[in-house]
């Protein structure tokens, strides 16, 4: 059974905190990446990787940042947490190929900023 | 920049109704994905259409993609609380996805 797993489901944090956001897949995919989920606004994708040590920019990476060590593990990094980033977190990961790939998501994190 | 429009924006119905959510492209789809998201969940994949006017069905639910690749649809038949959920379209550009909005529906027993 396929999975991905992020560290936390809830999180608080104050201003000005740096957090870390891990995610985990164990389908050897080549590509990860990472979304914020807000009420009617779907999902944008803030960074995505298409392998070990290579990142690139999503929609809305300003305030972010990402690191890619290992194959399996994806993290998103908040290095001056803002109210503005009080959201729901969403990894994702795929196999690298053609236009019909499914994303396998994780369940989430969500974050309050105070 | 490619735009997704879901329609409606939410859907609060009885048990045994039917109903269609829509999501409309600003632009070509290359290749569109339904998604379900249910409450404290991540997304999951329903299906993915690729041929314009391509129809394809999933037990209760029936994916329709426009000929001109610019619009899908999403009927529900017989609709169940367990159907409950953000309905969710997506166009594949490259390896990335662009999401619509989303169609929070909710089926009451």
């Known amino acids: 059974d396929v999975k991905v797993t992020q560290s936390s489901r809830y999180l608080v944090k104050r201003t000005g905190e740096k957090v870390f956001l891990e995610c985990v897949q164990d389908?050897?995919?080549?590509?990860m990446f990472w979304y914020r989920q807000d009420p009617g606004l779907g999902l944008r994708l803030i960074y995505f990787?298409?392998?070990?040590?290579?990142?690139e920019k999503g929609d809305i990476p300003e305030g972010y940042s990402v690191s890619r060590e290992k194959k399996e593990r994806f993290s998103l990094i908040l290095e001056s947490a803002s109210t503005n980033q009080t959201s729901m977190y969403l990894c994702?990961?795929?196999?690298?190929?053609?236009?019909?790939?499914?994303?396998?998501f994780g369940p989430g994190t969500r974050l309050t900023v105070l | 920049t490619q735009l997704l429009e879901q329609s409606p924006q939410f859907l609060s119905i009885q048990e045994g109704e039917n109903l269609t959510v829509y999501c409309n492209s600003s632009?070509?789809?290359?290749?569109l994905q339904w998604y379900r998201q249910e409450p404290g969940e991540g997304p999951v994949l329903l299906v993915t259409?690729?041929?314009?006017?391509e129809v394809k069905k999933l037990k209760r639910l029936t994916f329709q993609f426009g000929d001109a690749r610019k619009d899908s649809s999403l009927h529900i038949t017989a609709a169940q609380p367990g159907d409950t959920g953000l309905y969710l379209c997506?166009?594949?550009?490259?390896?990335?996805?662009?999401f619509g909005q989303g169609t929070e529906l909710s089926v009451k027993p």
């Open positions: 990787s298409y392998d070990v040590k290579m990142k």
């Open positions: 994702a990961s795929s196999r690298q190929g053609g236009n019909t790939d499914t994303q396998y």
């Open positions: 632009s070509v789809f290359s290749s």
């Open positions: 259409v690729v041929t314009g006017g």
């Open positions: 389908m050897d995919h080549e590509n």
């Open positions: 997506a166009d594949r550009q490259g390896g990335k996805l662009i």
